[in-house]
């Protein structure tokens, strides 16, 4: 014998409406929930999003500090550079004893003038 699917047996009106209103009551909880949920979603994006940007920008600063700091160590290095060598000749020095020479004849072959009682004169040493 065949089985013929039948319907549920029937439902009182007054019980089936109370049952639709608590599912009713329940699915909107639901939505509400779904929607909160939602909401706190799309704050906690934009949370990270701040995050993300923030970490960037941190990011940005330590590299520029850094740039900061290799400049404040050349330009303090090239000022204790400075300060060394002001301290060690308070005069310009020559490099050499040849171009001194060179640069005291080329004084000496200067056409001056005749001063009589003059009180200068420029040493040119032999060696």
């Not at 005749?114 to 040493?123: L, N, P, R």
Request: charge should be positive.
């Amino acid at each position: 014998m065949v089985s013929i699917p039948r319907a549920p047996p029937a439902v009182a009106p007054e019980a089936e409406s109370s049952a639709q209103v608590a599912m009713r009551a329940e699915l909107q909880s639901i939505r509400e929930k779904r929607d909160r949920l939602r909401g706190e979603l799309v704050d906690a994006r934009v949370e990270v999003a701040d995050y993300k940007e923030l970490q960037r920008e941190l990011a940005q600063t330590r590299a520029q500090a850094a740039n900061l700091d290799r400049e404040i160590a050349r330009l303090s290095a090239a000022l204790d550079r400075t300060r060394a060598k002001a301290r060690k000749s308070p005069i310009p020095r020559f490099s050499s004893r040849k171009r001194l020479f060179g640069l005291a004849q080329s004084y000496a072959a200067l056409q001056l003038p005749s001063v009589t009682g003059c009180w200068f004169y420029v040493y040119v040493p032999f060696s």
